[in-house]
């Protein structure tokens, strides 16, 4: 069977990772994430993420070439057993790189997923969420922890992000609509677009989103 190469594209905070971490299980996928990957490099105070934890922080894009160097050399490591790509590419820029690169290893996109939701939604979203360093998600109100600010998986504490705070989260949503909303044109006209709403229940964004790669998975094989 070919390989599975998706893209999650989508404001923050409208399920991309919660639906990454279901995919990745449904098609063992690696999961390539350029949030995580950013934020493992300025916890090890790596060039790198010294370099990028200033534009993280004021809820900016890391720039481009920094973000596609990074990139490429992940997905190189990861080999041709397809992959899931998290928060990249974010920018016209980063969507060309990543085109070239494809193109040059005779790989093609599968599918670029498209989680939407209303700004209002996105905003009480992420400003309820917390996190664990493991990576667990939780949100006060929607998906509350068992004991407050404590991990019902491995026990660590929880925090909220510094991005999640409310100033930085208008500034990231504005980022999405200035720098990376015109990529679901720019995929719309290379027909590999397909659109979830991501304000509905993750279950059953989750049960849309493996139906139509099911079919797509099918008709490849007509
Ligand atoms: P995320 O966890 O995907 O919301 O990403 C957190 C932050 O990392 C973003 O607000 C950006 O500062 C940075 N970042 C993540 N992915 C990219 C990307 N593809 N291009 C530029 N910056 C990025």
Same mark, same amino acid.
């Given at each position: ?14 399920g ?17 994430s ?8 300025? !916890?090890? =105070?790596?060039?790198?993420?010294q370099? #990028? ?5 004021? *809820?900016?894009?890391?720039p481009?070439?920094?973000?596609? =160097? ?12 397809? +992959?899931l790509?998290?928060? +990249? ?9 990543? *085109?070239?690169?494809?193109?040059k290893?005779?790989r093609?996109?599968? #599918?670029?997923?498209?989680?939407d #939701?209303?700004?209002? !939604? ?5 400003? *309820? ?15 509350p ?9 491995? *026990? ?39 659109? +979830? ?13 493996? =139906? ?11």
């Amino acid at each position: 069977m070919s390989e599975l190469n998706l893209i999650l594209l989508g404001p923050p905070g409208a399920g991309k990772g919660t639906q990454a971490q279901r995919l990745i299980k449904d098609w063992d996928l690696p999961h390539i994430s350029t949030g995580d990957l950013l934020r493992d490099h300025r !916890e090890r =105070a790596t060039e790198l993420g010294q370099q #990028a934890g200033k534009y993280m922080s004021e *809820g900016k894009l890391v720039p481009d070439d920094l973000v596609i =160097a990074m990139i490429f050399e992940k997905i190189e490591q990861q080999g041709d057993d397809g +992959f899931l790509l998290d928060g +990249f590419p974010r920018t016209i820029a980063q969507a060309d790189a990543l *085109g070239d690169e494809l193109d040059k290893r005779g790989r093609r996109l599968t #599918a670029v997923l498209l989680i939407d #939701a209303p700004d209002e !939604e996105v905003i009480g979203r992420l400003s *309820g969420r917390r996190v664990c360093s493991d990576g667990h998600v939780y949100h006060v109100d929607n998906d509350p922890p068992k004991h407050p600010d404590v991990c019902d998986q491995d *026990g660590k504490p929880l925090r909220q992000r510094d991005d999640d705070k409310p100033e930085v989260i208008q500034r990231r949503l504005d980022t999405y609509h200035e720098q990376t909303k015109p990529l679901i044109e720019y995929y719309e006209e290379q027909g590999v677009l397909r659109a +979830f709403d991501g304000s509905r229940a993750p279950g059953e964004v989750h049960d849309h989103i493996r =139906a139509t790669l099911a079919t797509l998975r099918l008709e490849e094989r007509l």
